[in-house]
């Protein structure tokens, strides 16, 4: 008879989710990053209340397909610009990765920040870290009931607000607020203030880490961008090992330890509960909450400060700092160029578009007085704020007549395209014949001046 044969042991190939706890600390970087956050959530909440030369500084109005952005508008002919400026911001994020690792993530990434008022909310209600612990491993009564209920009351007037300002770059805010106090608003417009509340809510709120590290493409593709002297943070091993426990008064020299006294204040301040100690890690946003954490307790050791610190490898090991390397200086070229290609662009952009369409039904007319008449479609289209009054010429190098059903003179509304019939007539003097180029020129009658041209052809009988 065979041996019984060992039970199969059954591995998963997924952690299970378990709820952080990280500190609320006041250290220095800590500081910084929330007024980085009040000046980010300042701007996000008054853009769309914004204004400049009396329209809104940002508007995406997609009813009229107009986009402004700084006072300026676009149009969907010009979304090649979006494109432009979405490459520059992708190679400005490549640079900033190159030159310092994660601020970004730590820093300034939507999630991080919406994340980081969540958490604020979290403590005022529910207490520091310890207090949050034992509230959430206590039994459901009726203290842990309340504060769960205010702290997801709050959270959803938070998502809320930014719903409601999201939307209020689509819609004008007045408008929304008016409709909100009426009870108007159209289905769609109920389901994107939803939308991003619950989203705002399940992510920032809720998931917060998880998101960072399951859904976010960054944290996986960033470290091909690092090299040696990119800023990250890091621990002095040299300096910290062999770490253990000790009073203030244990000299660590004699009692044979480094400068870390493995109190795990730096995994209990992580946002994303890793152990800056074991080395660079994906999920490091490099916020700086292990180094104020480490900092508090080095002052409280009297001890140097910058056990953890930002660093680079090069630092690390003593070795020569690089601040010009080829990948940094590869992504900065790109980026100026873009930059000021798309300046160049903005500079000489023209808010008026003239497309010219030839009457192909009769390539020309011969009149009984033998000249000769082409008929052209001019589409005139708008691309400002206000109306404008156009005035419109032809150019050859033979003399010729432009004349139109409602003048050589248009009025066009914000925005709007007309189309102008127009006739060319070259008297019999003019003696044409074939193929010749002719210009439209269709200029401005007021302030600020500018005009567009572009070129068509003028079509006559072939010489005999």
């Given at each position: 008879m ?7 042991e059954?591995?998963?190939l997924?952690?299970?989710w378990?709820?952080i706890?990280?500190?609320w ?5 800590q500081?910084w ?8 959530v ?6 769309p209340?914004l204004?400049f030369?009396?329209r ?5 109005n997609?009813a ?11 149009w ?6 979006l494109s432009?400026?979405?490459?520059m911001?992708a190679f ?12 970004w993530c ?11 008022v969540?958490?604020?909310i979290?403590?005022?209600v ?5 207090q ?7 039994p459901w ?7 769960k209920l205010v ?9 809320f607000?930014?719903?409601?300002t999201f ?5 004008r ?9 009426t009870?108007?608003?159209?289905p769609?417009e109920q ?12 992510f920032?709120g809720v998931l917060r880490?998880q ?6 493409p960054y944290?996986?593709?960033?470290s ?9 943070i890091s ?11 000790r009073?203030?008064r ?8 480094g400068?870390?006294i493995?109190?795990?204040r730096?995994?209990?301040a ?5 152990d800056?100690?074991?080395g660079?890690?994906?999920?490091c946003i490099?916020?700086a909450?292990c180094?104020d954490?480490c900092?508090?307790?080095m ?9 953890i610190r ?6 690390d090991q ?5 601040w010009l390397?080829p990948r940094?200086?590869g ?6 160029c873009a ?8 500079e000489?952009r ?7 369409i030839?009457?192909?039904g009769r390539l020309?007319?011969?009149i ?7 008929t ?7 691309r400002e ?8 010429r032809a150019?050859?190098d033979?003399?010729l007549e ?11 509304a ?10 060319l007539t070259?008297a019999?003097s003019?003696?044409v014949h074939?193929?010749?180029?002719v ?12 005009a ?13």
């Amino acid at each position: 008879m065979s041996p019984a044969a060992p039970a199969a042991e059954r591995v998963t190939l997924y952690e299970r989710w378990r709820k952080i706890y990280p500190l609320w600390l006041e250290g220095g970087f800590q500081r910084w990053r929330r007024v980085v956050l009040l000046v980010l959530v300042g701007v996000y909440y008054a853009g769309p209340w914004l204004r400049f030369d009396g329209r809104p500084l940002f508007w995406f109005n997609l009813a009229e397909r107009q986009f402004t952005v700084f006072g300026a508008t676009f149009w969907p002919q010009e979304f090649v610009l979006l494109s432009w400026m979405l490459m520059m911001a992708a190679f400005g994020l490549f640079l900033v990765t190159v030159l310092a690792g994660r601020v970004w993530c730590g820093w300034a990434c939507p999630q991080t920040v919406w994340t980081l008022v969540y958490f604020w909310i979290e403590q005022k209600v529910e207490g520091q870290r310890t207090q949050r612990l034992r509230l959430d491993r206590g039994p459901w009564n009726r203290r842990r009931v309340v504060k769960k209920l205010v702290k997801w009351g709050l959270w959803g007037l938070v998502a809320f607000t930014i719903s409601f300002t999201f939307v209020a770059y689509f819609l004008r805010p007045e408008v929304l607020v008016q409709k909100l106090a009426t009870g108007t608003l159209a289905p769609w417009e109920q389901f994107w203030l939803a939308l991003p509340a619950a989203a705002s809510f399940l992510f920032s709120g809720v998931l917060r880490e998880q998101v960072c590290f399951h859904m976010c493409p960054y944290a996986r593709f960033q470290s091909v961008m690092f090299d040696r002297d990119t800023l990250i943070i890091s621990y002095d091993e040299e300096r910290g090992e062999p770490r253990g426990h000790r009073s203030r008064r244990t000299d660590a020299a004699s009692a044979g330890l480094g400068a870390c006294i493995d109190c795990n204040r730096c995994v209990q301040a992580c946002p994303t509960d890793i152990d800056i100690r074991d080395g660079l890690q994906y999920q490091c946003i490099a916020c700086a909450a292990c180094i104020d954490a480490c900092n508090d307790v080095m002052h409280e050791l009297g001890a140097e400060p910058n056990l953890i610190r930002y660093s680079s490898q090069h630092r690390d090991q003593g070795e020569r700092i690089y601040w010009l390397r080829p990948r940094l200086a590869g992504y900065g070229a790109v980026l100026l160029c873009a930059l000021l290609g798309f300046g160049w662009t903005l500079e000489n952009r023209v808010p008026l578009e003239l497309d010219i369409i030839r009457d192909r039904g009769r390539l020309y007319r011969e009149i009984w007085d033998g000249s000769i008449e082409n008929t052209y479609s001019l589409r005139i289209t708008n691309r400002e704020q206000e109306p404008r009054r156009y005035a419109i010429r032809a150019e050859a190098d033979f003399p010729l007549e432009l004349a139109a059903h409602d003048g050589t003179q248009i009025l066009v509304a914000p925005g709007e395209q007309k189309v102008l019939n127009a006739r060319l007539t070259a008297a019999p003097s003019a003696d044409v014949h074939g193929n010749h180029a002719v210009r439209f020129v269709v200029e401005t009658l007021d302030a600020p001046h500018y005009a567009v041209d572009e070129e068509s052809r003028f079509l006559a009988p072939r010489g005999g």
